[in-house]
């Protein structure tokens, strides 16, 4: 028996096929963005507080400790959902805490980007701190 399949019925076959492997790709990365979002609130100050002090802790770990890895991960991916979900936003993105986290989100994103299997070093740990603890007062004033 000789089978011939139509070409709009080809056609269907490989949309499909396309279609399925794209929603493969994008389903991790969307899980992650969404787990960096359920931390949010939507209120700016209290997220600004929230993603200050969990960077915090982060920064905190030990050199050598063994959770390092993923705690950088997970900042990264709060720094992420902080900066995408305030940064287009005229009311929060001309304030002082915004763009003093922002400076600071920076600085430490670009360290684990670029130095992935490097700790932070000592003087940018203490800026880091001293510029998401500034960052934590300024909102409280603001608000």
Known sequence: MNFSVSQPFKRLIRILIASCLGLLLILPFAQTAQASKSLMSGDFAKDTVLVAKNLKETIALPDDSESRDSAE??????????????R?????????????????????????KTFKNRPLPEKLKERLNKELSRAEKIVVKEV
């Open 73 to 86: 991960s997970e900042a990264l991916e709060l720094i992420t959902g902080y900066i995408s979900r305030y």
């Open 88 to 112: 287009n936003r005229p009311q929060f993105n001309g304030t002082t805490s915004f763009t003093t986290m922002q400076t600071a989100l920076n600085a430490m994103a670009g360290h684990y």
